[in-house]
């Protein structure tokens, strides 16, 4: 069995396994190119495996671990990518988000990261980082609202929100906070950007767990799923278009977005303004 050190500092799972790759084909001596030619995928897929911007196929890991003489251990690396939780799960997620074409997300308690005021996203990292430094919360902080960055990037993804009615009445940080929060969600600046709210009266959810599915156009989709037990990445097609089936039936029994916006802004108007 090949022996890897586990990754260190700021690399996640992706970055490593990615490093991997490229020091097993650096030690076959062996270009991208060649890679791809024993693999049977491209030079571009090889380098976006070894940037650690793209989780491998199944099928990639395995003809890789072939080519490079390293049996089972990046099929193990993409394993571990997949399935892992701890408190760096979302990292390669994130880090593919830039590259996808659209993003669907679906939140039930909480506005979307992507979305949230600076005091709104502190109060939510303060209060599950209880044990953590202010320097650690601080640089959490400053790491979600920097992933907000790619709506305004060059070619940026579409982004489609459906929002359950129980975030916005959830109190998170204080009415002040709350009201800031909920009249920017209410009037979203971009033409890339859809929210929607799926309201109390809708009833019943197609599905009970947040989750967020990302489209690409040269490569297949996936998915990012929150669970009571952490969250999870997961490429498996089948299980990919299950989640995009619920989420056409969240968005078939959600407002439209103009109600959304004025459901929205109705609920923020009862929070009181810091200035009250």
Aim: charged share 25%; glycine share 6%; aromatic share 8%.
């Amino acid at each position: 069995m090949v022996a890897v050190e586990l990754p260190q500092g700021d690399m996640n799972d992706l970055e490593f396994l990615g490093r991997e790759v490229r020091e097993a084909r650096g030690n076959r001596k062996l270009t991208q190119s060649q890679l791809g030619t024993g693999t049977g995928y491209t030079q571009a897929y090889v380098s976006k495996v070894e940037a650690g911007v793209l989780i491998p196929s199944e099928e990639f890991a395995r003809k890789a671990d072939v080519t490079l003489g390293t049996p089972g251990l990046f099929v193990r690396l993409r394993e571990r990518v997949i399935k892992r939780s701890h408190p760096s799960w979302f990292a390669p997620f994130a880090k593919m988000e830039p590259s996808a074409t659209e993003i669907v997300h679906f939140s039930l308690l909480l506005v979307p990261g992507i979305f949230q005021t600076e005091r709104y996203a502190r109060a939510i990292i303060e209060a599950a980082s209880s044990s953590e430094s202010e320097e650690r919360i601080q640089q959490i902080l400053t790491g979600r609202l920097k992933r907000q960055k790619i709506l305004t990037q060059k070619a940026p993804p579409s982004l489609w929100v459906v929002l359950h009615e129980s975030a916005l009445t959830m109190q998170i940080g204080g009415p002040g906070i709350m009201r800031e929060q909920l009249l920017y969600l209410a009037a979203p600046q971009l033409h890339n950007v859809t929210v929607q709210v799926f309201p109390f009266a809708a009833g019943a959810l197609p599905i009970n767990n947040p989750f967020i599915l990302l489209h690409f156009e040269d490569r297949p989709s996936i998915a990012y799923a929150d669970t009571s037990m952490g969250g999870q990445m997961q490429d498996e097609q089948g299980r990919v278009r299950y989640l995009t089936r619920q989420y056409d039936r969240l968005r078939a029994e959600s407002l439209s977005p103009r109600e959304s916006s004025m459901l929205i802004t109705k609920i923020a108007e009862r929070y009181p303004s810091d200035e009250t």
